[in-house]
C-alpha cells in the first residue's frame, strides 16, 4: 500500500485537475491547503472548513467515469487504523467492485485520507463511508450533526456549501434560495465542522441534486465514531 501511496503522489503532481474550479472566497472562516497534513487547519478555534484543492491521476477518474453503476463500491465499515487497508480492501470486493484498472488508486486513497482524518479528530476509529448516489440525497441545505467530517466526491457533481454570512437564507429558503453559493470540485477534500463543535457552528451545504440526470456520484464520508457507526471491523468477522 505505501508503495502506491508514492506512486499516487508522483502521479497526482503531473495530474490535470479534472471538473471546474470556482475561486474560493476568502473568509476568516475558511481556509485552503496543500496536502492532507494541511486539512489539520480545521482544529483552528475560528475555521469552519477546510478545502484541500487537489489534482488525481488521470486513470482514476477515468476509470471510474467508465464503470457501470452497479459496479461502483457501496459500504460502510468502522475500522481501526491498523486495519484499514484490509478493511477498505475487503469491502470493495463484497460491493462488487472490479479487481482491476485503477481501483488499488482509489483504496489507497481512502486509507490515506482516513489515516489524516484519525490524526484531525485524535481518534484511532475511522467510520469509512463510500456511497454511490443516482438520487437527491441530502439535498437540503443543512449542518452536519457532528464535530467535524470530511468529504470528497469521485465521480460526478460535488458538495455545495454556502459561506457563514448566508447560511440563515439558504436554510430559510432551501430550494428558493437565490444567494451566492459554493462548490467543490470533482476530488477536493474538504473538512467541515458541524453543528456539535458549539451554538452556532458548523457550515451549511447540501449534496447536488441529480435525480433524473442519470448521473451517479461516488462519495466518501469520514467521520469520528457514533451510535450510527457500525461495528468495529476485525479479520476474523470478516472471514465469518
Request: net charge positive; charged share 15%; glycine share 12%.
Given at each position: 500500500m505505501s508503495s502506491l501511496l508514492g506512486e499516487m503522489d508522483g502521479s497526482m503532481a503531473e495530474a490535470r485537475m479534472t471538473g471546474v474550479r470556482a475561486p474560493i472566497m476568502s473568509s476568516p472562516t475558511i481556509a485552503t491547503c496543500d496536502t492532507a497534513e494541511g486539512l489539520a487547519a480545521i482544529n483552528g478555534a475560528d475555521t469552519e472548513l477546510v478545502i484541500w484543492q487537489r489534482a488525481q491521476p488521470a486513470a482514476l477518474t477515468a476509470w471510474l467515469g467508465q464503470l457501470a453503476r452497479s459496479q461502483l463500491p457501496h459500504f460502510r465499515v468502522l475500522a481501526p487504523l491498523a486495519d484499514l487497508p484490509r478493511a477498505v480492501m475487503a469491502q470493495a470486493d463484497e460491493s462488487g467492485m472490479p479487481n482491476e484498472g485503477a481501483r488499488d488508486l482509489l483504496l489507497a486513497d481512502i486509507t490515506r485520507l482516513a489515516t489524516a482524518f484519525a490524526a484531525i479528530a485524535g481518534v484511532d476509529l475511522v467510520d469509512v463511508r463510500l456511497e454511490r448516489i443516482s438520487h437527491d440525497a441530502c439535498w437540503r441545505f443543512h449542518r452536519d450533526c457532528v464535530d467535524a467530517r470530511l468529504l470528497t466526491t469521485y465521480r460526478g457533481p460535488a458538495t455545495e456549501w454556502v459561506q457563514p454570512p448566508y447560511a440563515g437564507d439558504a436554510l430559510r429558503d432551501q430550494k428558493a434560495y437565490q444567494g451566492p453559493s459554493e462548490h467543490l470540485g470533482i476530488h477536493d477534500v474538504a473538512v467541515f465542522k458541524g453543528s456539535c463543535a458549539g451554538p452556532g457552528?458548523?457550515?451549511?451545504?447540501?449534496?447536488?441534486?441529480?435525480?433524473?440526470?442519470?448521473?451517479?456520484?461516488?462519495?466518501?464520508?469520514?467521520?469520528?465514531?457514533s451510535a450510527a457507526s457500525p461495528k468495529p471491523w476485525t479479520p476474523v468477522a470478516a472471514s465469518t
Open positions: 457552528r458548523g457550515i451549511v451545504h447540501r449534496s447536488p441534486p441529480i435525480a433524473g440526470t442519470g448521473q451517479t456520484r461516488l462519495l466518501l464520508v469520514l467521520n469520528k465514531q
